[in-house]
C-alpha cells in the first residue's frame, strides 16, 4: 500500500512563506500524477495545485501568481512552495497520488496564516 506524508505545515504571519513537502513510499512515485488540496474549518475540500507526472502543472486561481508546485522523482517527493500568505490560506493541506483509479491521500499538515 502506497504511503504519502506531509510535513512543513506551521503557524506563519501574512505576507510570509511556507514550503510544504509530500514524501512517498512504497509506491512507484514517478508514474504518479500529484496534487496539493487544502480543507478549511467548515468548508469542503478544494483543489490547490497539480502536476503530473510529466511535469505540466496547474493551479487554483486563489493562489495563481503564490504558490508553485514542484516534483523531485529521485527523491520521491512533490512540494507545494507557498509565498505572500493570507489569512484565508490557513487549512489543512493533503497532498494526493493518482493513477489509472488508483487513489491515496497523505494525512494532512496545518497551515495557519495570522498576526
Known amino acids: 500500500q502506497a504511503r504519502l506524508v506531509e510535513s512543513g505545515g506551521g503557524l506563519v504571519q501574512p505576507g510570509g512563506s511556507l514550503r510544504l513537502s509530500c514524501a512517498g513510499s512504497?509506491?512507484?512515485?514517478?508514474?504518479?500524477?500529484m496534487a496539493w488540496y487544502r480543507q478549511a474549518p467548515g468548508k469542503q475540500r478544494e483543489l490547490v495545485a497539480f502536476?503530473?507526472?510529466?511535469?505540466?502543472?496547474n493551479y487554483a486561481d486563489p493562489v495563481k501568481g503564490r504558490f508553485t508546485i514542484s516534483r523531485d522523482n529521485a527523491k520521491n517527493t512533490m512540494y507545494l512552495q507557498m509565498n505572500s500568505l493570507k489569512p484565508e490560506d490557513t487549512a489543512v493541506y493533503y497532498c494526493?497520488?493518482?493513477?489509472?483509479?488508483?487513489?491515496?491521500w497523505g494525512q494532512g499538515t496545518q497551515v495557519t496564516v495570522s498576526s
Open positions: 494526493k497520488a493518482t493513477r489509472s483509479k488508483d487513489g491515496y
Open positions: 512504497r509506491m512507484f512515485f514517478s508514474t504518479y500524477d
Open positions: 502536476i503530473t507526472s510529466l511535469g505540466s502543472t
